[in-house]
């Protein structure tokens, strides 16, 4: 993905979830929308796909921190690493100020854009092009808001931002609100893209290889909304007021959408899905996740390790998955947090590439085999528990050749939620976050230890402080399980 193909998108008007959107040195999105033309319609369009991964990394490591599967230890701001483990994560500092302007930026981005598709005429960008434009579009959009919403949970975020920059801030609305939002995009997207001309008005990266025309693309827009609908099945309000009132509906909806995804099953697909690109070339964003064995910033924690079951083979060595993600360090990290040390002595090697440093190894997007243990979920939330415990043995037996578990189809709800996070935070590992967001949402995250004396594990990212200020609110910040106010009024 290279930068001079794509446009530098956006600068945030503090406070508002509104934005200015400017560059000097590219056509800017003003006048895009001012003047819209196939070809700066192509441009920016272009531009929706490398503005998607700004935030990846950080979002990686900051909730793989929160949930104790790495650590930074660079101990180039402290913050980045006591935070999450000694608290309170603050809304205005480094660490907890984070994961929120970067997806609102693509969102701004991407609103602007559809206002300039909409504005061209017919015979520039076909009606068929359009569509499948706004496809894209939208379905960027609600993979932003899924970033901001996992991290911030039951503290809601405002989705209505479309609006001009000297307008009230928008309304946080709740967590199932948001999700809800998310799936709508969803939906759009995929009413559009059955609308769509058989190629795309712009080409997506390479990462996206699978996904690069209408009818493809569908697979990866049906995957998002599979996902969507899984967590909004287990957050916070959905058995409020969500979903109906029933979880199983949006677990039926999950799996509806798993039909239309790239959904294999096949443990030689696993690996196969959508990805964000980075190279080393002049100008273009460098995969910094991907570290040599002795470098010195970003160390597995022993957890990983101690917590994985054994292979039952001679040996008595752990998880495949543990093994191949995870390495020894060639040159160990002592960090003082709060004068407790946190001694880094593990690497991760998921973004190596035959053994090496790699910094032009993709970053997932979504998986097959997250697919497979998404429809592990909802098939036995569902009421279909043994095609359920099938997915999660597929996975379990095939990228951690381990025995199967010993769920059955008459074992109690937490005892198989307890084996499914078993199987995404191995699979998932150093990817997304998963293992605090899966702890989160099903109310388990007693389950991490917090590894530290007198530490704790955050409920959740605050909202960043501006967006405290804007409404006129007090300090934000995240102490133990307490929301210590800035909790925005929710609609």
Not at 13 to 29: E, H, K, M, R, Y
Not at 351 to 376: S, W
């Amino acid at each position: 993905m290279r930068t001079r193909h794509f446009a530098v998108m956006a600068a945030l008007l503090a406070g508002a979830c509104s934005f200015d959107i400017t560059n000097t040195n590219q056509p800017t999105l003003d006048d895009l929308v001012q003047n819209p033309t196939r070809s700066k319609l192509q441009f920016f369009g272009s531009g929706l796909f490398a503005q998607a991964r700004q935030d990846i990394q950080s979002f990686i490591w900051r909730v793989g921190s929160m949930g104790r599967e790495g650590v930074n230890l660079s101990g180039n701001n402290q913050p980045d690493f006591i935070e999450p483990y000694f608290g309170p994560v603050q809304g205005g500092g480094s660490f907890g100020d984070t994961q929120w302007t970067n997806p609102y930026v693509e969102i701004r981005d991407a609103n602007e854009f559809l206002t300039a598709l909409a504005r061209v005429d017919n015979v520039q960008v076909t009606p068929g092009e359009k569509a499948g434009a706004r496809a894209i579009a939208n379905t960027l959009k609600a993979l932003a808001f899924m970033y901001v919403i996992e991290s911030r949970a039951a503290l809601g975020a405002p989705v209505a931002v479309d609006v001009a920059v000297t307008a009230a801030p928008a309304p946080f609305v709740r967590e199932d609100s948001v999700y809800k939002y998310i799936v709508a995009l969803l939906d759009s997207g995929a009413a559009d893209l059955g609308r769509a001309s058989a190629t795309f008005l712009f080409t997506p990266p390479p990462g996206f290889a699978l996904f690069a025309t209408p009818a493809t693309f569908l697979k990866f827009n049906r995957a998002l909304a599979a996902k969507a609908n899984v967590l909004r099945a287990t957050d916070s309000t959905a058995t409020q007021s969500g979903c109906g009132g029933n979880k199983t509906t949006c677990y039926a909806a999950a799996l509806t959408a798993l039909g239309g995804s790239f959904l294999s099953s096949t443990p030689g697909n696993f690996a196969t899905g959508a990805f964000y690109d980075f190279s080393t070339a002049s100008g273009d964003v460098l995969n910094a996740m991907s570290e040599p064995l002795n470098a010195l910033t970003f160390f597995a924690l022993q957890d990983n390790v101690a917590d994985a079951d054994t292979q039952p083979i001679a040996g008595h060595v752990k998880d495949q998955r543990v093994l191949t993600k995870i390495a020894a360090a060639q040159d160990t990290q002592l960090a003082l947090l709060g004068s407790i040390p946190i001694p880094g002595q593990l690497k991760f090697t998921v973004y190596m590439t035959n053994g090496a440093a790699d910094p032009a190894h993709p970053i997932p997007v979504i998986r097959d085999e997250e697919l497979v243990l998404l429809d592990a979920e909802a098939q036995w939330f569902a009421g279909s528990k043994a095609t359920a415990i099938a997915d999660l043995n597929n996975v379990r037996t095939n990228s951690g050749k381990l025995a199967t578990d010993t769920v059955t189809a008459t074992s109690p709800d937490s005892d198989f939620v307890k084996a499914l996070m078993y199987e995404r935070r191995y699979s998932l590992l150093w990817e997304q976050g998963t293992r605090w967001i899966d702890a989160q949402r099903f109310g388990r995250l007693g389950d991490i230890k917090p590894d530290v004396p007198a530490g704790h594990v955050p409920p959740m990212m605050p909202v960043p402080q501006s967006e405290c200020n804007a409404r006129n609110l007090s300090s934000s910040a995240i102490a133990g399980g307490e929301v210590v106010t800035c909790q925005p009024p929710l609609q």
